[in-house]
């Protein structure tokens, strides 16, 4: 299989019963999705030998190139205090961030093309239970040629209570994968 782009990077806030979701939202136009599980690696001796093994799911690492992040997304992924700019122009939008701030958890979804046998198709994921930590705030100035300069938001991916952690579904038809994110995010709904 060759993965052949990235797009539609969806969000939606994991509600208190911690298995449904707010209403959701598009993050930003995706550029690079790092997904990494990590799995635990036990294992039990007995006689002389591994008589067990426990390769699970732990948790992941995500980490997500965008080619911006809002204001309002900023402060939703992170749990910061947001305030919209006013109507008549005289206060700016702004975040306020706090030691205090707690990161809610959010789902994550994204899809890209992939080819086997020369036939595309589409693969949805939906990661179920994130949560971010701040992101790197780095700026270089402008040099002899212009150097786009893009945010990278990191964090983990926890599983449910229901041991679930991602959801994956292929596709024939685009519009099919944004559906099924759309559904996963609550978009449109």
Same mark, same amino acid.
């Given at each position: 299989?060759?993965?052949?782009?990235?797009?539609?990077?969806?969000?939606?806030?994991?509600?208190?019963?911690?298995?449904?979701?707010?209403?959701?939202?598009?993050?930003?136009?995706?550029?690079?999705?790092?997904?990494?599980?990590?799995?635990?690696?036990? /294992?039990? &001796? $007995? %006689?002389?030998?591994?008589? !067990?093994?426990?390769?699970?799911?732990?948790? #992941? =690492?995500?980490?997500?190139? *965008?080619?911006?992040?809002?204001? /309002?997304? &900023? $402060? %939703?992924?992170?749990?910061? !205090?947001?305030?919209?700019?006013?109507?008549? #122009? =005289?206060?700016?939008?702004? *975040?306020?961030?706090?030691?205090?701030?707690?990161?809610?958890?959010?789902?994550?979804?994204?899809?890209?093309?992939?080819?086997?046998?020369?036939?595309?198709?589409?693969?949805?994921?939906?990661?179920?239970?994130?949560?971010?930590?701040?992101?790197?705030?780095?700026?270089?100035?402008?040099?002899?040629?212009?150097?786009?300069?893009?945010?990278?938001?990191?964090?983990?991916?926890?599983?449910?209570?229901?041991?679930?952690?991602?959801?994956?579904?292929?596709?024939?038809?685009?519009?099919?994968?944004?559906?099924?994110?759309?559904?996963?995010?609550?978009?449109?709904?």
């Amino acid at each position: 299989m060759a993965k052949i782009g990235l797009k539609y990077l969806v969000a939606a806030k994991l509600n208190e019963d911690g298995t449904t979701y707010a209403k959701g939202f598009v993050v930003a136009k995706a550029i690079k999705a790092n997904i990494t599980a990590n799995s635990n690696d036990v /294992k039990l &001796y $007995a %006689d002389d030998g591994v008589s !067990e093994s426990d390769k699970s799911f732990k948790d #992941g =690492n995500i980490s997500l190139n *965008v080619d911006d992040l809002t204001q /309002k997304v &900023y $402060a %939703d992924l992170l749990g910061h !205090e947001y305030k919209a700019a006013n109507s008549e #122009g =005289n206060e700016p939008e702004t *975040v306020v961030a706090s030691a205090d701030d707690i990161a809610p958890y959010h789902g994550v979804g994204f899809y890209g093309r992939v080819r086997r046998n020369n036939k595309d198709s589409f693969l949805a994921k939906w990661l179920k239970k994130t949560q971010f930590s701040e992101p790197n705030d780095e700026t270089d100035t402008k040099g002899e040629t212009v150097t786009f300069q893009t945010p990278t938001i990191e964090g983990t991916v926890f599983q449910m209570s229901d041991g679930t952690w991602k959801e994956q579904a292929e596709f024939s038809d685009e519009a099919k994968a944004v559906e099924w994110l759309n559904k996963k995010a609550g978009i449109g709904a």
